[in-house]
């Protein structure tokens, strides 16, 4: 359920009149919202306080939005850092708690390029989060889920192929989460691979753009239910 959609599961819900709904809507379109007191917080405060929504009604309505989103509360880190340490690397290590941070005890010239070893396997962890392309609004309000029909845009940046041996790539959508297990050479023949991501990098780092129309290109390389540490290994060997 996106935000429209519970908008709309709200109006259906709202036992006044038309006449009385229009007025509600119509004085929260000339509001100005500020977070976390935003139209829907209003909207639901305003048919609440006429009595033409329930409390059980608006909870019945919160717990099946927070059942079907249940990682919006990710498209609330704002810091990059809390993003892809925070998170997509504590997640991954959940996933597979084979992972060991990397060392110089580990690898004699590690000097930070990667982020997880595994039994002399560099692995580097990427992760973006599905967003409108079309929107400028906030990132939890342009959310995706993953079946959407919006157009969507996902850039999985800052790709160095040449310093790592497997790529582990997080994508979240507000519904679920996909991971993408790739070796480095795969990333670098990747049809939607650019080598220079900014300029004068002489090709030392990439990104890749990952949208509605070349999704399908990652297929082959989708985790599913399967081991991260299989897939990993896997990985490794097709390199």
Same mark, same amino acid.
């Given at each position: 359920?996106?935000?429209?959609?519970?908008?709309? !599961?709200?109006?259906?819900?709202?036992?006044?009149?038309?006449?009385?709904?229009?007025?509600? @809507?119509? #004085?929260?379109?000339?509001?100005?919202? +500020?977070?976390?007191?935003? $139209?829907?917080?209003?909207?639901?405060? /305003?048919?609440?306080?006429?009595?033409?929504?329930?409390?059980?009604?608006?909870?019945?309505?919160? =717990? #099946?939005?927070?059942? $079907?989103?249940?990682?919006?509360?990710?498209?609330? &880190?704002?810091?990059?850092?809390?993003?892809?340490?925070?998170?997509?690397? #504590?997640?991954?290590?959940?996933?597979?708690?084979?992972?060991? *941070?990397?060392?110089?005890?580990?690898?004699? +010239?590690?000097?930070? $390029?990667?982020?997880?070893? @595994?039994?002399?396997i560099r692995i580097e962890v990427k992760a973006s989060r599905a967003v409108d392309s079309g929107s400028?609004?906030?990132?939890?309000?342009?959310?995706? =889920?993953? /079946?959407?029909? *919006?157009?969507?845009?996902?850039?999985? !940046?800052?790709? *160095?192929?040449?310093?790592?041996?497997?790529? &582990?790539?997080? =994508? +979240?959508?507000?519904?679920?989460?996909?991971?993408?297990? @790739?070796?480095?050479?795969? +990333?670098?023949?990747? !049809?939607?691979?650019?080598?220079?991501?900014?300029?004068?990098?002489?090709?030392?780092?990439? /990104?890749?753009? &990952? *949208?509605?129309?070349?999704?399908?290109?990652?297929?082959?390389?989708?985790?599913? !239910?399967?081991?991260?540490?299989?897939?990993?290994?896997? =990985?490794a060997r097709r390199r």
């Amino acid at each position: 359920m996106e935000l429209s959609e519970l908008r709309e !599961q709200l109006c259906r819900a709202f036992s006044g009149s038309a006449d009385e709904l229009e007025q509600i @809507l119509h #004085t929260i379109s000339d509001d100005r919202s +500020v977070f976390p007191f935003n $139209e829907y917080e209003h909207l639901i405060g /305003q048919m609440l306080g006429v009595s033409k929504l329930t409390f059980q009604q608006y909870c019945e309505i919160r =717990a #099946t939005y927070v059942s $079907e989103n249940p990682n919006l509360w990710i498209y609330e &880190i704002s810091a990059p850092r809390g993003f892809g340490e925070g998170f997509a690397q #504590t997640y991954i290590n959940g996933r597979c708690p084979l992972l060991s *941070k990397p060392s110089k005890a580990l690898d004699p +010239v590690y000097s930070g $390029e990667y982020d997880f070893w @595994l039994e002399g396997i560099r692995i580097e962890v990427k992760a973006s989060r599905a967003v409108d392309s079309g929107s400028d609004a906030p990132l939890y309000v342009k959310a995706l =889920a993953r /079946q959407t029909d *919006k157009p969507f845009l996902m850039n999985f !940046q800052q790709l *160095k192929p040449q310093c790592c041996d497997v790529f &582990i790539w997080v =994508a +979240v959508f507000r519904d679920e989460i996909v991971i993408w297990v @790739l070796n480095s050479r795969e +990333v670098e023949a990747h !049809q939607h691979y650019s080598r220079g991501q900014h300029r004068g990098n002489r090709g030392n780092e990439g /990104q890749l753009h &990952i *949208k509605q129309d070349n999704i399908e290109t990652l297929r082959g390389f989708e985790l599913g !239910q399967a081991d991260l540490g299989d897939a990993i290994w896997a =990985a490794a060997r097709r390199r």
